[in-house]
């Protein structure tokens, strides 16, 4: 008989992705339920789900294990955030009022605000600093039921603050129960003392940052903005081989506001995700919807910047592409923090079902990441990372809107949130 260290007994919905690795296409708007199951966990791990008559057979409690009573919740896999800019210094509101007096994106960025605004203070904040404005923001994610996340550098653009920024990720991970996968972004835009010099910065950051962040293993993924005023297709190829040849797995920030054909060159470097996406073509939807390379959409950009379009959300499904949601979480572009959130915004504003915004904020952003072997789905041998939600079923969840449906949330078979509360 195996002790466990944690049950659910008696689940009113378990609610998991229409499969325990990736969800292309048509097959979005399936996802599998469970009623009156039971869950059990050990050493992190989910190790049974079933019934009460086979739980009896081969599994035990003690006076140890952690039971919880799942007649009232319905039972989700936690959240997983495909794309964050987490370790930033500062908030940019007065930013934030100029675009609602109409001021573009770019034309804030072309004043000195933008990404550069955040350069500025991420350099400037000291590590112990930046460390505890991000474990407050992560502790504000797993409120919302995200368990795993991506984040980002790119506030650095210099080889001290963008260590500095990798470093806290790698600190924040050790000491949080969030799973944090970190992403190199020291592409992120052209730091003023590079002006016009777009491949002397690339050729700095290939030979005096890259190698440093893959020695002391501090970044998983390498990323690029390329994008118009940003990098070229060729500038962006270029840098990502490079990066590629050190051993990165590839990200894209790809056809946000322009298509350069980003979302191509995403596919033929074989990236795990291009993402953003707003402006690609019909041609590279075809493209991208054939390849293995996850299309990661960020309505938070869309919606936080006042935008009219989305990412095509629609066309992407009927072309059999795998589709995930994220939130850019970034204090420019999209101060949204909560996968719950981005999920409504798939909802109302994508076209999405309710079962197709499911899969895209659990296992395809976990594939997103890589990560779809580990969390994603309430699957035997799978991290027991779950959201209980004190709903009537699963669609109230996107019914009632301006509430926080989550009462808890277990993390590596631990409860971490409990009424809505972090626990110490």
Not at 372 to 381: C, K, L, R
Request: contains cysteine; charged residues 30%; proline residues 3%.
């Amino acid at each position: 008989m195996i002790i466990l260290d944690i049950l659910i007994k008696s689940i009113k919905e378990l609610i998991n992705p229409a499969n325990h690795k990736l969800v292309r296409g048509h097959d979005l708007n399936s996802i599998r339920i469970l009623k009156n199951v039971w869950i059990g966990g050990k050493d992190g791990k989910i190790i049974f789900i079933g019934n009460e008559e086979d739980f009896n057979k081969n599994y035990k409690i003690t006076d140890k294990t952690k039971i919880i009573d799942g007649s009232k919740f319905v039972v989700l896999p936690g959240f997983v955030d495909p794309h964050t800019h987490l370790p930033f210094a500062g908030t940019r509101q007065d930013e934030f009022r100029l675009k609602l007096q109409g001021v573009s994106y770019q034309e804030i960025a072309r004043k000195g605000g933008g990404i550069k605004g955040s350069v500025r203070r991420t350099r400037e904040i000291e590590f112990d600093n930046l460390l505890s404005q991000s474990e407050k923001r992560v502790n504000q994610l797993l409120l919302s039921g995200t368990t795993t996340m991506e984040a980002k550098s790119g506030y650095g653009l210099d080889k001290d603050t963008e260590l500095k920024q990798l470093e806290v990720i790698k600190k924040l991970n050790s000491i949080n129960p969030m799973d944090i996968i970190p992403t190199f972004l020291g592409a992120h835009e052209i730091p003023e003392e590079y002006k016009g010099k777009n491949k002397e910065f690339l050729k700095y950051l290939i030979s005096e940052v890259a190698p440093i962040v893959k020695e002391r293993e501090l970044a998983e993924f390498a990323d690029i903005f390329c994008e118009d005023g940003y990098f070229s297709y060729d500038e962006a190829e270029y840098y990502l081989e490079e990066l590629k040849n050190m051993g990165f797995k590839l990200k894209i920030h790809a056809d946000e506001f322009t298509s350069n054909n980003a979302a191509m060159l995403a596919v033929k470097k074989e990236a795990v995700s291009a993402e953003h996406l707003i402006a690609m073509t019909d041609e590279e939807i075809d493209t991208l919807a054939k390849s293995d390379t996850t299309a990661v959409f960020l309505p938070g950009v869309s919606f936080f910047l006042k935008m009219e379009k989305y990412a095509p959300a629609r066309k992407f499904i009927e072309r059999n592409g795998i589709l995930a949601l994220g939130s850019d979480f970034n204090p420019g572009s999209s101060m949204v923090s909560s996968q719950l959130f981005i999920l409504y915004l798939g909802i109302f504003k994508m076209g999405l079902t309710i079962e197709e915004a499911i899969n895209t904020v659990t296992i395809n952003a976990a594939y997103g990441i890589d990560r779809e072997e580990e969390v994603g789905s309430v699957d035997i041998g799978k991290k027991m990372d779950l959201i209980l939600m004190d709903i009537p079923d699963y669609s109230y969840m996107a019914y009632h809107l301006g509430i926080n449906p989550i009462h808890s949330v277990i993390k590596s078979g631990k409860i971490i949130v409990e009424d809505k509360r972090i626990i110490e």
